[in-house]
């Protein structure tokens, strides 16, 4: 397995206003991200992600610890020489059309004026801003414009791609198509390392995940390994459960919530189920919803961050 990011021990100070006041905001991040995987940079806003990514393309410069991206320490041009970058906001010069604009950054990445018009077309095909390639960009939403810098970061055909919140001003089905895309990049043997605060928008998206909170690392590894797979929780929703069937299922201890005609019953993992739901048919009653729920990403989040006392 080939590692294209090594991240260590990585930090960074900002000194902000008239007081120089030290903003801490990445403290000692430790993180790899190999070849062919998707890799998913998660945390709340603030957390860090976009200053790491930042020392990471060399914008900033890291105050402590040391990154490299295919072998090169950064800051460095080498290390970008292959790296599809979108930024968080990404800026596209107003006086271009989506299709110059894309133009353009295959010629800075090298590419011939004829392989740039080709490679234009067609990532703006793949990133849904064909029908809006050649209006001025000014006139375009956010979500177009974040899918023309899409179209940009793929130009030039990298092995890696670098996106900084590729989700970011798109709706749901913008949402579902860029991480469709992400997949087929994977597919092609691409590596994407992309960051994003919406957790659960990409937990079946990603094959690796670090979390960070206030500039630390607080969930790592493959997510696979990360979420338990067991149920953590089975809801019962049920109809025309009479006083007597309520009252012997809270004899045997479950807590039972009426909502108008229904009635609700929570059981801790999935053992006791089918108990409850024969004694349930034999009572009379109807099964509205059986739900099972496992663990999530956002679970995990909430359980290390409360764990680490505030
Ligand atoms: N240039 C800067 N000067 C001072 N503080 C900054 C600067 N850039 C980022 N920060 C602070 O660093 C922290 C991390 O920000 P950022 O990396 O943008 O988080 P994220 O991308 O995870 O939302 C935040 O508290 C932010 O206010
Ligand atoms: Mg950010």
Not at 34 to 39: A, K, T, V
Request: aromatic share 6%; net charge neutral.
């Amino acid at each position: 397995m080939t590692t294209l990011v090594q991240v260590e021990n990585l930090s960074k100070t900002f000194r902000q206003g008239f007081f120089m006041r030290r903003v801490e905001a990445l403290k000692g991040v430790t993180f790899r991200v190999d070849q062919g995987e998707i890799f998913g940079f998660l945390g709340p806003n603030g957390a860090g992600k976009t200053t790491t990514i930042k020392m990471l393309t060399g914008l900033i410069r890291a105050t402590s610890g040391r990154a490299t991206v295919f072998g090169h320490e950064v800051p460095s041009p080498a290390a970008m020489r292959d790296v599809g970058f979108l930024p968080e906001n990404p800026y596209v010069y107003p006086y271009l059309t989506p299709r110059e604009f894309v133009e353009m950054c295959g010629r800075l990445s090298g590419l011939s004026a004829k392989g740039a018009r080709a490679r234009a077309e067609t990532c703006l095909g793949r990133t849904g801003v064909l029908y809006a390639a050649d209006r001025p960009v000014r006139r375009l939403s956010k979500g177009m414009l974040q899918r023309t810098g899409l179209a940009a970061a793929l130009v030039a055909d990298p092995q890696m791609l670098l996106l900084d919140e590729p989700m970011s001003g798109l709706d749901p089905v913008g949402r579902k198509e860029v991480r469709d895309l992400i997949l087929e990049e994977r597919a092609n043997g691409r590596t994407i390392f992309f960051s994003t605060h919406i957790l659960s928008d990409v937990e079946t998206l990603c094959d690796r995940v670090v979390i960070l909170r206030r500039g630390e690392v607080v969930v790592s590894g493959a997510m696979r390994e990360l979420l338990r797979g067991d149920v953590r929780r089975t809801d019962i929703s049920l109809a025309g459960v009479d006083d007597n069937l309520e009252a012997s299922l809270r004899a045997r201890g479950l807590t039972t919530k009426r909502t108008g005609d229904h009635m609700h019953i929570e059981i801790e993992g999935d053992a006791h189920v089918s108990d409850v739901l024969r004694s349930v048919l034999d009572g009379g009653a109807r099964v509205v919803e059986v739900a099972t729920r496992r663990e999530t990403l956002e679970d995990l989040f909430m359980r290390r961050a409360i764990a680490e006392g505030d």
